[in-house]
């Protein structure tokens, strides 16, 4: 039979993922197979920190980068309740969507269609959220300016494609990691894999991991078989499952693997491995505002757009015990509001550090200074 268009897409997206792109790469080629695929006149693609969902870098595509703009979507985004925002989207398990439909096609009930889109000649927004093992590594608001609302098939291309896209934009992240200079205090590694799965190259953090390893003399299973997925992504004949595993560490808990093709050459692959660990508000931030253990993950949650009844038995505390954390957090960030919360922390916080060039980190926040 015949390839469809959305499996000559899908094949396309597996294979970027899979190709050892830097960030800004993969995003600016992300756009141009999903631009033609969906159609659209202009994108930005974000990576978010997955405790805060608060963006940490962007790619926009499309258009001259305008600071002033892009500040008065992020208070928009961040300064009042609205339709589709990206909390609200991963709150809900809603993996895309579009403004037009969501609004049943009176975009006028959208502040920030009223506020900024309309003004620049916006016809409907389509956004996406980008998930990997449940946290959020990404976004994406795509734009059309006049022509036909997206529809709910674009809509769900993009939720098919979402789960390869959150590995992938995690994957980039982790490789810039592996590439830092020293200040993660569990760096991940990167071992070499060639053609007849032997290790003809590993960082000095992959010996670490090794070492952590059932028989480190020889390759894990693990490791040979996401090295085969990620050939097979590659080539465009690999499922829709990213290439990634799992094992157990000697000292207790797990490594993760993910694997990429090395320079688009289908014979070598890097494996990056990493220890498997939690994503939390940054230490910096817990520090500013000399949170409390409690009073972080309530703000982990609120960020995320939960409600307090959701907190309550995410935490198993009482939903009046969360009231008065949070309560706490606001007089701690001199804020009154949720809204004023999220627009705290990122106005003071992650917008400087993103447009001094900052790199995020594939475990939130950014990755330490050279």
């Avoid at 993922?17 to 080629?29: E, F, K, N």
């Avoid at 608001?141 to 995690?170: E, K, N």
């Avoid at 085969?228 to 808990?253: H, V």
């Avoid at 070598?268 to 220890?275: D, M, R």
Wanted: hydrophobic content about 45%; aromatic content about 6%; glycine content about 12%.
């Amino acid at each position: 039979m015949p390839e469809t268009a959305q499996e000559r897409t899908r094949r396309a997206v597996l294979r970027l993922s899979h190709l050892g792109l830097d960030l800004t790469t993969y995003r600016t080629r992300l756009d141009a197979v999903l631009r033609a695929a969906v159609g659209w006149d202009l994108a930005a693609w974000s990576t978010t920190d997955p405790a805060t969902l608060l963006f940490t870098s962007c790619v926009l595509v499309g258009r001259d980068e305008d600071h002033a703009l892009e500040q008065r979507l992020f208070d928009l985004e961040f300064g009042e309740p609205d339709v589709n925002t990206f909390a609200a989207l991963f709150a809900d398990g809603t993996v895309a969507a579009g403004l037009h439909e969501s609004t049943g096609g009176d975009l006028a009930r959208s502040p920030r269609w009223r506020g900024l889109l309309a003004g620049v000649g916006v016809s409907d927004e389509l956004r996406a959220v980008f998930t990997d093992r449940g946290e959020c590594w990404g976004t994406l608001v795509a734009y059309r300016l006049g022509g036909p609302p997206f529809t709910t098939a674009d809509a769900q291309l993009l939720a098919t494609l979402a789960p390869v896209i959150g590995d992938g934009l995690r994957r980039c992240l982790l490789s810039a990691a592996a590439d830092a200079p020293p200040g993660l205090p569990e760096p991940p590694g990167v071992l070499v894999i060639d053609a007849a799965g032997a290790i003809t190259g590993r960082s000095a953090a992959a010996e670490r991991w090794l070492a952590e390893m059932d028989g480190p003399d020889a390759l894990p299973s693990a490791v040979r078989s996401v090295a085969a997925m990620a050939r097979a992504a590659g080539a465009g004949t690999g499922g829709a499952t990213p290439a990634q595993g799992r094992l157990p560490r000697r000292g207790g808990g797990w490594l993760l693997l993910h694997a990429s093709l090395l320079g688009g050459d289908a014979g070598q692959v890097a494996v990056v491995i990493e220890p498997a660990r939690q994503t939390h508000l940054a230490d910096v931030l817990v520090r500013a505002y000399a949170l409390t253990g409690r009073e972080r993950q309530v703000t982990e949650l609120v960020l995320q757009g939960r409600s307090n009844a959701q907190i309550a038995r995410a935490l198993g505390i009482g939903v009046h015990t969360v009231g008065d954390h949070l309560k706490s957090v606001m007089s701690k960030l001199a804020v009154s509001s949720r809204t004023d919360l999220v627009a705290e922390l990122f106005g003071r916080h992650y917008l400087p550090a993103r447009l001094s060039g900052s790199l995020p980190s594939p475990y939130g926040w950014y990755l330490p200074p050279a």
